[in-house]
């Protein structure tokens, strides 16, 4: 069983549009962090954001916001006003603490096409 | 500086062919690992090494020998190459092994393409 699901393959907006990324996990750690990461068109993967799971606070950071709920077992991630050069693929990822030597655990990544 | 930085960008080799990507970190870390992106995009561990030592071995086949001289360096020599190997190899690092959820850094990825 897949422990992170990005169901969104690829969503498509225009710019100004607010978009939402889905992000469901799974584990039986009760100590675990979640992971966002931006892979532009240039490959590379930039680091997002880090959860770690006693902190259901939502988090924002310019466009930018995290909703972890616990209860659904989501992370979900909020553009707000997207920009082309938001245009990405963005993936989720878990990190199990226990005997888990920080092995991420990524989503099959979401594909996010902004239009001008 | 780049601190996590891979050679080759680019890699374009025949089938049995045996190759090697390097991978160097100026961040100090004690973790690096690599990962292979294949044609979804979809990301997957292969191997950690911790101190030099390898931690993570997931199913990957005996083909492909991680080495880390130190623990700055994490090399990837991949023997008789096969179509199938054809992906993106990404190398990462992190400041441990720690379960204590290290964001991981990662390098600009190499392009290997098996013809």
């Known amino acids: 069983a897949q422990k992170v699901t990005q169901a969104q393959t690829e969503i498509s907006v225009v710019e100004k549009e607010d978009v939402t990324l889905d992000c469901v996990y799974e584990?039986?750690?009760?100590?675990?962090?979640l992971f966002w990461y931006k892979q532009p068109p240039s490959g590379e993967l930039v680091f997002l954001i880090r959860?770690?799971?006693?902190?259901?606070q939502n988090e924002i950071s310019g466009r930018y916001s995290w909703n972890f709920q616990k209860s659904t077992s989501s992370f979900n991630f909020t553009i707000t006003a997207s920009q082309v050069v938001d245009s990405a693929v963005y993936f989720c990822a878990l990190s199990e603490a226990i005997y888990n030597f920080n092995k991420f655990y990524f989503g099959s990544g979401t594909k996010l096409n902004v239009k001008p | 500086d780049t601190a996590v930085s891979q050679t080759p960008k680019y890699l374009v080799t025949q089938m049995g062919n045996d190759k090697s990507i390097k991978c160097e970190q100026n961040?100090?870390?004690?973790?690096m690992y690599w990962y292979k992106q294949d044609s979804k995009k979809f990301l997957k561990i292969m191997f950690s090494y911790n101190n030099k030592e390898l931690i993570i071995n997931e199913t990957v086949p005996n083909r492909f020998s991680p080495k880390s001289p130190d623990k700055a360096h994490l090399n990837l020599h991949i023997n008789s190459l096969e179509l199938g190997d054809s992906a993106v190899y990404f190398c990462a690092s992190s400041p441990s092994i720690a379960g204590d959820g290290d964001e991981q850094f990662f390098g600009p990825g190499t392009r290997l393409t098996v013809l």
């Open positions: 961040l100090g870390h004690d973790t």
């Open positions: 959860r770690n799971s006693f902190d259901e």
């Open positions: 584990t039986r750690d009760t100590t675990y962090y």
